[in-house]
């Protein structure tokens, strides 16, 4: 998938995490198949802060030399989230000091990693329309503290910070073909086009892609949304796909070959887009998968929601993606 993506100018890749660096099989395979590396928590304030004082970049940075000796780019995920805080947080956290503890947070982080982060995800999952705002986000703990500039404060400190990285809005839920996808992109929409008006440092959108099997994700609100986002001037990346089978039938045939038929429609629809040049899937073996315990199926058989299974075999899920890659237009 590497190769095939390199072909077309698009750099496809996957989340890792140390917790599997001791699994050579998987480490090997994912050096072969990955042209870019997200650490799925290493670079999370829960990870890299263990008091407000101090930062702990130790399995950041193995993750990093990883990534260098095998030629893999690497990406930075996430500056700002509501999740994934560390647990002296809540406690510590005020309206005086929140600013200070962000920015000294963005300008620590993103100056530790210049020159080998391609890009950031500088704000992640900022906005939810049924917190009721006019503006469609999220009251988070940063938006409580800082208000809703610090969308803007942490863009402008990470580029301060790193002028050359490319920095991004990442988002989830937005691809799905109904009412409430439709608000969250229009609230994204809003703001993001606010955002570059204002001449802030944002040069695209990550489009996290956990989708389901059966939802349409290929709809026409979708695919105007992802012109506007264009017209903006933005790239656009497709950061955490995976493809989850829980309302799937048991039978592991069939199921596969849903999800991959769900990877060869969403994918194939993306690339149609020329400002879609990255794909990261969140993971690559159900081996390692977030839904094994965030999304259980309800006869809690195995999920199978990425390109290899667990006994690192690729799956239908791998050729629709080499497919795609190799059907798509060289960017
Ligand atoms: O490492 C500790 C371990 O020492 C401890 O024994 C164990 C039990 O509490 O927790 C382990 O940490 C867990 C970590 O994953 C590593 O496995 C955290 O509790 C758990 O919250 C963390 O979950 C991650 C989650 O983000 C929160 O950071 C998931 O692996 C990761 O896949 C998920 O990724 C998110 C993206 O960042 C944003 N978009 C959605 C996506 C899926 O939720």
Sequence with gaps: MRAAAAEKGILFGSAFSTIYMSDEAYTREFASQCGVLVPEVELKWAALRPSPETFDFTRGDTLYDFASANNILFRGHTLVWENALPSWFNAYVTARNAEQLMTNHILSVVRHYAGKVTSWDVVNEGVQVQDGRADGLKVSSWLQHIGPEYIELAFRTA??????????????????????????????????????????????????????????????????????????????????????????????????????????????????????????????????????????RADNLPVRPLPYDFELKPTAAWQAIQTALEQASTR
């Design 159 to 296: 580029h301060q910070a790193d002028p050359k990285a490319t920095l991004i809005y990442n988002e989830n839920w937005i691809e799905p073909d109904d009412s409430d996808s439709e608000k969250r992109r229009r609230a994204v929409l809003a703001l993001l086009t606010n955002l570059r008006k204002r001449n802030v440092p944002v040069h695209g959108l990550g489009i996290q892609s956990h989708i389901f099997a059966e939802a349409n994700v290929t709809g026409p609100n979708f695919r105007q949304f992802l012109k506007e986002i264009e017209d903006l001037g933005l790239s656009i990346l497709i950061t955490e796909m995976d493809v989850r089978d829980q309302h799937l039938p048991a039978d592991i045939h069939t199921r596969d070959q849903l999800v991959a038929e769900q990877y060869r429609n969403y994918l194939s629809f993306l690339l149609q887009f020329r400002s879609v040049r990255t794909i990261v899937t969140w993971g690559l073996s159900d081996r390692y998968t977030w839904l094994s315990t965030h999304n259980k």
